[in-house]
Each structure stands twice: as C-alpha cells, then as structure tokens.
Nanobody, 125 residues
C-alpha cells in the first residue's frame, strides 16, 4: 500500500505561482512512478505530469505549456508540482497519483494504482 497526502493548494490570482506537495508513505513508495492529475467541476479527471523513480519526467504539454515542473525528493518521500503563470482555466482539484510507470500514468485514470485526496487550486482574475 501507498498513502498519498497533497498540500499547497489555495486561492491565487492569474499570473501567480503555487507549489503543490505530495507526501508519500508505505514500503513500496520507491517502486512507483508518481504523478499529478486535476479535475475541474463537471469535467473528467485529466493527466498533468509524472516523474519516475529515476527522475524521468513527462507532461501533458497542451495543459502545461512550459509553465509547470514536476520533481521528486526521495529523502523526504515527497513529490512536487511547481506551477507558474497560473490561469483561470487551471482552477481544479489537483490529485497526487502513483502508478507502475510514467507511461501507465499518461494513459489516464485507469493507469493509476493509488490516489491522494486532492488539494483545491483556485485561480482568479
């Protein structure tokens, strides 16, 4: 089992930055790729970014457009999503996720083995 707890969400204005954190626990943490999804009201949950245990990264470039960076601190068992130049359309609940590898996470929700409870990000104009 892997337990994931997100934090760092909040209310910001367009153009601002946020850094989300995902604290992971469990004996199998190092065996999983970690990623981020988001879900806006009335919309399906969508893939944002992922990172492997070795540091390989992948993004949904249609969403990120060079603005977001995913990173992993193995010593702290924590995954981060640095979000810059936030826009109103980034408003969503952001979920931390764990899967077998980054390609499985890119598939979408069916590639996820474990979910965090989510943290709300609201971007106002």
């Amino acid at each position: 089992q892997v337990q994931l707890v997100e934090s760092g969400g909040g209310l910001v204005q367009a153009g601002d930055s946020l850094r989300l954190s995902c604290a992971a626990s469990g004996r199998t943490f190092s065996s999983y790729a970690m990623g981020w999804f988001r879900q806006a009201p009335g919309k399906e949950r969508e893939f944002v970014a992922a990172i492997s245990w070795s540091g390989g990264k992948t993004y949904d470039e249609d969403i990120v457009k060079g603005r977001f960076t995913v990173s992993r601190d193995s010593a702290k068992n924590t995954v981060y999503l640095q979000m810059n130049s936030l826009k109103s359309e980034d408003t969503a609940v952001y979920y931390c996720a764990a899967g077998a590898d980054v390609m499985r996470l890119r598939i979408g929700v069916h590639g996820v083995d474990y979910w965090g409870q989510g943290t709300q990000v609201t971007v106002s104009s």
